[in-house]
């Protein structure tokens, strides 16, 4: 069996061009799934772009120019979700630097979120926010870890109701507050909820990611990789041979295929520093994903390594 | 913070190495060459306190306290504070420190930098580790020159030299001027914890050897 890491993979596919053709960067190449949003049934990519820790890189210009060609890449694979938050320290900026140098992609799919305790400065964040990327409008706006969630929330439907906002939202990671989060599911008419899946930390499928699907609520995952810990704890492990079973080339793409291949999931949103990851990321979200029964062994295989 | 006890060190951590690293380097290239000036502060404090410790103990403070004035601004509020959130409540705390050590030095007679028991002598030594060891510290690491922290420019020289000096200091409102030193070398030491840098170990030995010193002092008297 082939020993195949993340490294190596992007090394072969792009050395090998034609047999790793990636979306949207050459013709006939296969688009990334699309999933819909239940409240209103636009398309997404399901993979996106998150920005914790990758895009807080100040007012370094080499870095910042590095984001932008992440961003590059990312649309040109055929992404459209960027997330952020206020609590990323310069990611806000960061974007709005390479949304600018990218003159404005058209396919962007905003997705922002307030996170204060204080109830009176939700909308103020916000104002600011939409400045630091340079966006008319977001797409999505979200209570960042349940902080003051429901005067936001109060906030946060008034903007939809006035055309500010597309869509509601609230957020998790790394299983906190479950409990309060299925309250606030049951209780409003969220867009979206956020919250931390893979193959390793599968608590939400327990309630949360069925509640999504009964209330009609669309899944962004955030921490696929567990901030990186995953891939890199796997980094040097076998791939196992019925990997290609599912078009999984790499560890990266074994991991997103498993989260996306649950129902209830609309967006992953792994974050990165290089251009050849985010390609592969995309990628993860064409050809087939795996079934039920294939997903239980992607889990074994990995809990037993 | 709800569930607070499901954090961990690294959840607070906002920026990766490579950009912590990198902003040292951004910082030295913008305000080359006011290190040499810092550095000549250093050595102009390690001369007195070594020659003359009772004549010169404002001028002593008084350099300490635009350095630290000159830290907390230039590089914690105008450039960490930029990826670090937290940092933008820590700064002051440096001007603080400096408001401390020209009010300290100012009142008659209040500092002398004129004690010589072991507890001296160490900071004296700690001093030397701030000013003199830290700038040749980035080879050891594997990090470029260009990263360097030098003594009056970044917070933990800074941080550890004061320590040292204050070590080496009497006076009344001494006590005073140690608070902010140590639990800024404590937060950078978990900082760098935090990213897995092996460096991580040299603010925190420094802040333990100064309260142990402070210690052993204690109970010699």
């Not at chain 1, 195949?4 to 792009?14: G, L, W």
């Not at chain 1, 926010?129 to 797409?139: A, E, M």
């Not at chain 1, 949360?208 to 990186?228: K, T």
């Amino acid at each position: 069996m082939m020993i195949i890491t993340r490294r190596t993979f992007v090394k072969t596919a792009a050395a090998s061009g034609a047999a790793f053709v990636l979306p949207g960067t050459a013709p006939g190449a296969p688009a990334p799934l699309m999933r819909a949003v239940p409240s209103s049934g636009e398309m997404l990519p399901a993979v996106g772009l998150g920005t914790w820790i990758t895009f807080n890189v100040g007012d370094d210009p080499v870095l910042r120019n590095e984001c932008a060609e992440v961003i590059a890449a990312f649309f040109e694979a055929g992404g459209r979700m960027i997330d952020s938050s206020p609590m990323y320290g310069s990611s806000q900026p960061v974007i709005g630097y390479g949304l600018e140098k990218l003159g404005r992609p058209k396919a962007l799919f905003s997705a922002e979120k307030v996170w204060t305790s204080s109830a009176a400065d939700g909308a103020a964040q916000i104002e600011q926010s939409r400045r630091f990327w340079g966006v008319p409008r977001f797409d999505l706006v979200q209570v960042h870890n349940l902080v003051g969630w429901e005067a936001h929330l109060e906030t946060l439907f008034a903007m939809k109701a006035d055309g500010r906002i597309r869509y509601v939202g609230i957020t998790t990671s790394e299983g906190r507050r479950h409990d309060l989060f299925e309250q606030i599911m049951r209780a409003h008419p969220l867009d979206f909820v956020q919250l931390t899946y893979n193959v390793v930390d599968r608590e939400a499928e327990e309630r949360l990611l069925p509640l999504a699907a009964e209330r009609g609520m669309a899944v962004i995952v955030n921490r696929p990789f567990q901030q990186g810990a995953l891939t890199r704890q796997l980094e040097g492990e076998t791939l196992p041979d019925w990997a290609a079973e599912i078009g999984a080339g790499s560890w990266a793409q074994f991991i997103l295929k498993f989260i996306l291949a649950h129902p209830s999931v609309t967006v992953a949103i792994p974050a990165t520093t290089r251009v050849d990851h985010v390609r592969e990321n995309v990628m993860a979200a064409t050809g087939p994903l795996p079934d039920a029964a294939m997903r239980e062994r992607m889990a074994a295989y990995i809990r037993d390594l | 913070m709800s569930e607070w006890w499901t954090y961990r060190l690294e959840d607070f951590l906002l920026f990766s190495p490579r950009v912590y690293w990198r902003m040292f380097e951004l910082h030295n290239a913008a305000i080359w060459p006011l290190h040499l000036l810092t550095l000549a502060a250093g050595l102009a404090i390690a001369l007195l306190v070594l020659r003359r410790p009772r004549r010169h103990g404002l001028w002593i403070a008084l350099i300490l306290a635009a350095l630290f004035a000159l830290v907390g601004w230039s590089f914690l509020w105008s450039r960490y504070a930029v990826i670090n959130w937290a940092i933008a409540y820590v700064a002051p705390a440096f001007g603080l420190q400096a408001l401390l050590l020209v009010i300290g030095g100012a009142a008659r007679g209040s500092l002398a930098f004129d004690r010589r028991d072991m507890t001296g002598r160490l900071g004296l030594l700690i001093m030397a580790v701030g000013i003199v060891v830290y700038p040749l510290l980035p080879p050891l690491f594997g990090r470029p020159w260009a990263s360097a922290e030098i003594f009056g420019i970044a917070p933990d020289p800074t941080a550890i030299a004061a320590l040292g000096v204050l070590l080496a200091a009497s006076g009344g409102p001494v006590p005073l001027l140690f608070p902010i030193p140590l639990l800024w070398l404590l937060l950078s030491g978990l900082t760098l914890h935090a990213m897995g840098d092996p460096q991580a170990w040299l603010p925190l030995l420094a802040a333990a050897t100064a309260v142990a010193a402070l210690a052993l002092r204690r109970i010699a008297r």
